[in-house]
């Protein structure tokens, strides 16, 4: 398997990132002439091979795009978590079974949070390259669930809660282009939240009889989406292979 890099293209030349340049050189020792992947986080993808000063300056020479990949269409809002390896935990895998974008919420319960914003995107990009996906989903700052509310987002709107919601639970819907999720913090929404949340068109999502943890109920909820729209099918494609 070629090794994957993230980094730009202008017509038949690419550069990769710095941090990708000092990986490939350093610690992977790659020579000119090498072939390997690189994406520019938009969905797309070239193969391509080490010019000859590629130590000074980084630049590949582009031999063939590969076919794109269609960006995933759930935003998930995690509410902040009192451990910050937890968070960094779930923004991986979450990269990894596809998210278009990762929206920190701000709660009324949860607990004091340290929010690294710099190490959060390495850990995106990195679970990008390692899953051979092509989108970097977007990583908003942290919001709150009033001014999250009052922002425009896909008519599919779901939250998960752990007490009893005053409408009915629905499932995600088959298929569908976008939606957004959202996953409470460890002392879940508050009252006044979850009535905001339905006011604004967010329903309840049952996730399972048994209560979660805030991290592994994004990861079910990222998994029902995507089962949802048949994206768990054995017949999915890696254009890489």
């Known amino acids: 398997m070629h090794p994957f890099f993230l980094g730009q293209v202008n017509q038949d030349r690419a550069e990769l990132s710095p941090s ?19 994406c520019n986080g938009q969905g797309r993808a070239w193969e391509a091979e080490l010019l000859p000063h590629f130590a000074q300056t980084g630049e590949l020479k ?44 701000c709660s009324e319960r949860a ?3 340290r929010f690294n914003r710099e190490r959060l995107q390495k850990i995106m990009e990195a679970a990008m390259k390692q899953s051979q996906r092509f989108w970097l989903p977007k990583l908003l700052p942290p919001i709150g669930i009033a001014e999250l509310c009052q922002q425009e987002w896909p008519a599919h709107r779901r939250f998960a809660y752990c007490g009893q919601a005053t409408e009915q639970p629905e499932e995600w819907p ?6 957004i999720g ?18 604004n068109n ?32 054995v017949g999915m494609k890696n254009p890489l292979e």
């Open 202 to 233: 967010f329903k309840p999502l049952t996730l399972s009889a048994f209560r979660l943890r805030s991290e592994t109920a994004a990861i079910t909820m990222l998994c029902k989406w995507n089962q949802a729209q048949g994206l768990d099918r």
């Open 174 to 179: 088959e298929p569908a282009a976008e939606g």
């Open 111 to 113: 607990q004091a949070f």
């Open 182 to 199: 959202l996953i409470g913090p460890e002392g879940d929404f508050s009252p006044a939240e979850l009535e905001l949340l339905l006011e």
């Open 62 to 105: 582009i031999q063939r795009e590969l076919p794109p990949q269609t960006q995933p269409g759930l935003w998930l809002g995690m509410g902040m978590l009192h451990k910050a390896d937890r968070m960094e935990w779930l923004a991986e895998k979450a990269v990894e079974l596809g998210i278009q974008g990762l929206i920190p919420l």
């Open 20 to 38: 990708d340049r000092q990986h490939a050189g350093r610690v992977l020792r790659l020579r000119a002439g090498q072939p390997v992947v690189l």
